[in-house]
């Protein structure tokens, strides 16, 4: 199979087209190279002749026509998103724009395209979302994929706009869709904004861990291999028109998240003096915080056979020791616009 892969130098589109090519599939990567994107994260399949690169923003019609015409793919996985929440309360403008329009501009190229090659019905434009489309939950019950949208961020409302338009391209242009709805990805690669790379970073350099409110806020955390993994699986199998919620079957609060950080940083590089868990610090809660994402993931369970592979412990043992392996990689990102400041707190 031939897969476009948009966004596919950020940290989930990466870890997707390391699988793919891993797999013996041919990739053509299409990334903007925006600042949490990255070309070392994709640095290993990089000289495959089954990978190509090329650089272009989606919300570029002209590039986005010119690419499927030379590449001809047999399916697009479009990742390519505009994805930190607390971003999106300081501007929310490059969600609309990336996230809507973007999306907007890439089902129009693919319905294009896909007319153009005589409408195959083995074509899949494959769309990857979020669970934040469905806004917070109590202390019970489950993200299913019928459960009703009620984003609560400008980045999840804008996920959720994305979403309805790739439905609506299916039922009125019959465009060959299938969709994801993910929980909370962590792992290599991992660019350092969001919380579990932050929380490694600043315990490495002595730096306060910072934790929104009380740390009560629940998430269900998926490795990005699994996550990578099980897209796969819904590309090659899922059924048209058909969504799928994937989940890590991994609950945890943030503060029990990040004290599991530390206590597998107290082990694989000690302080001084103290314990990492010392460095924990409660900040000032951010705008409209969810209280709980969990997701159910019976439908791909029971109609693709897809499970994760690790829990949560393993996956952040694997994470952690990755950060310690590969200091030049985050080295070099931390100068970037953002990182290290405590960004979203208008409100």
Excluded at 124 to 149: C, K, N, Q, W
């Amino acid at each position: 199979m031939k897969i476009l892969v948009t966004g596919g130098a950020g940290f989930i589109g990466s870890a997707v087209v390391r699988l793919a090519v891993a797999r013996g599939h041919r990739v053509v990567n299409l990334d903007a190279l925006t600042y949490a994107a990255c070309l070392d994260n994709v640095a290993e399949v990089a000289n495959s002749p089954l990978y190509t690169f090329e650089h272009a923003d989606i919300r570029d019609r002209a590039a986005l026509d010119r690419i499927l015409k030379t590449h001809k793919p047999d399916a697009i996985m479009h990742l390519a998103a505009e994805s930190h929440v607390d971003r999106s309360i300081d501007g929310p403008g490059n969600f609309i724009e990336t996230n809507i329009t973007g999306t907007y501009h890439m089902l129009e190229a693919a319905r294009a395209y896909w007319t153009a090659q005589g409408r195959p019905n083995t074509f899949r434009f494959h769309h990857i979302s979020t669970d934040e489309v469905f806004g917070s939950l109590g202390p019970a019950g489950m993200f299913t994929e019928d459960t009703p949208y009620d984003p609560r961020s400008p980045y999840s409302a804008s996920k959720a706009a994305s979403d309805h338009l790739v439905r609506a391209w299916a039922e009125t242009y019959g465009l060959p869709v299938v969709l994801t709805n993910c929980s909370n990805n962590y792992g290599p690669y991992h660019f350092p904004e969001k919380l579990v790379p932050v929380v490694i970073l600043n315990a490495l350099a002595g730096k306060p861990l910072p934790i929104y409110g009380d740390g009560a806020n629940i998430r269900d955390w998926l490795y990005v291999e699994d996550h990578a993994d099980a897209l796969l699986c819904v590309l090659e199998k899922g059924k048209l028109g058909r969504s799928y919620n994937i989940g890590g079957e991994n609950e945890r609060t943030n503060l029990k998240l990040v004290k599991t950080i530390c206590g597998i940083l107290d082990e694989k590089r000690p302080r001084d003096s103290g314990t990492y868990a010392d460095l924990i610090t409660f900040v000032a809660d951010r705008p409209g915080h969810d209280a709980r994402y969990a997701i159910d993931p019976a439908r791909m369970n029971t109609e693709l056979g897809w499970h994760p592979s690790v829990t949560v412990e393993e996956g952040l043992a694997l994470t952690v020791q990755w950060y310690l392996d590969n200091e030049t990689w985050w080295r070099a990102l931390q100068a970037r616009d953002g990182v290290g400041e405590r960004l979203g707190k208008t409100g």
